[in-house]
């Protein structure tokens, strides 16, 4: 008898959920990342089907976001509080939107998960482009985006889970 496959002796493993499964592919995804400052990973689901996946990084083709290829731009908010982004690098979200356009894969009325709460952008394209849910793991500046998750009715739903 193989020790490898569970007899009716061994506890059976639990069968995760939903929630939990497409929170650790996300998780799984983000470590393709190219930044260094960060690494995100977004899977877009609807009814329970993975449509499209993404992580941080620079474009396809162009040289990554590593030491000196980083290029940071400072930018300050109405409040005063200063925001350091990098001008090479496009976020998780923005790169699963991409690739379901490139696919020919309709999101609308879709929910995406995310390693991190969006930033105040992708929030507002994740708004346009029909997505009704927001899943995320880690909370990211949320006092520049509550405002606009109250108005828009987007949901944004914490799901933490323990990285792959």
Same mark, same amino acid.
């Given at each position: ?9 061994? /506890? ?25 400052? !960060? ?16 992580? @941080? ?11 000196? @290829? &980083? ?14 982004? &990098?001008?090479?690098?496009?976020? !998780?979200?923005?790169? !699963? ?5 490139? @696919? ?5 009325? !879709? ?12 929030? /507002? ?12 793991? /880690?909370?990211? /500046? ?23």
């Amino acid at each position: 008898m193989r020790d490898d496959i569970p007899t009716n002796h061994q /506890k059976k493993q639990e069968r995760i959920g939903w929630h939990e499964y497409f929170m650790s592919v996300a998780h799984l995804i983000s470590r393709r990342s190219t930044c260094e400052r !960060a690494q995100v990973g977004a899977v877009i689901v609807r009814e329970n089907n993975i449509l499209a996946t993404g992580y @941080n990084g620079s474009p396809s083709g162009l040289p990554h976001c590593d030491g000196p @290829n &980083c290029l940071i731009y400072k930018s300050i908010h109405p409040d005063g509080t200063v925001e350091e982004n &990098c001008m090479r690098t496009i976020h !998780a979200e923005i790169n !699963a939107i991409a690739q379901a356009a490139k @696919n020919g894969t309709s999101i609308k009325g !879709a929910d995406i998960y995310v390693t991190a709460s969006p930033c105040l952008n992708c929030l /507002k394209v994740l708004i346009n482009v029909g997505v009704k849910t927001i899943y995320y793991d /880690k909370p990211y /500046k949320m006092e520049n985006i509550m405002e606009l998750v109250a108005l828009s009715g987007v949901r944004l739903i914490q799901v933490h889970v323990d990285a792959p």
